[in-house]
């Protein structure tokens, strides 16, 4: 079946413009996962949604970054204000969760270049 | 004490040999553990999931679990130049709310 998908796969822009990253997990998963990897570092835990649930925002680092799911499948994640320091690569990851299986699933993720 | 710790490697095997990848965590509560596989400029690609104590095998993969250790390794067998990547740890204790990754160790498989 699908995966999950993400788009744009490259985004650039200036410093200051505001962006929005979309996911879109695979059909049925009911956790969705923002995660963002700069270059040759580990990935840093953004935010999470689960069902109808409150997200977990815990993970956004400043409150420039914003995101929202809807209808419980696709999400955007929205970064105000770009900075420099925000250029990395935006991943999305979904998972089953509530089976008592915990995979999560990536994306093939958005590389963001601001300038 | 980071939460889930890896090397970073490189860990250079040549063909053929068993790659072995460790990895430690710090919350005795974890319950699931995961290996993901990651290609240079690619996403996180899952290999494994292990749940309870013991080896599990899948094809040249065999995750190793002992959580009175707290220490889960991955084994490579027959490992080959395709393999060489960086392979995230990954740890979860909050049934799937947070999943914990390690900062990943890199492979190398000489030809």
Redesign the interface.
Known sequence: GAGVSQSPSNKVTEKGKDVELRCDPISGHT?L?WYRQSLG???E?LI?F?GNSAP?KSGLPSDRFSAERTGGSVSTLTIQRTQQEDSA?Y?CAS?L??SG?????????TRLTVT | QKEVEQNSGPLSVPEGAIASLNCTYSDRGSQSFFWYRQYSGKSPELIMSIYSNGDKEDGRFTAQLNKASQYVSLLIRDSQPSDSATYLCAVDNTGGFKTIFGAGTRLFVKA
């Open positions: 956790a996962y570092q580990g990935l835990f999470y689960q977990d690569v991943l998972s969760v509530g299986r915990y995979e999560q699933y990536f994306g093939p993720g």
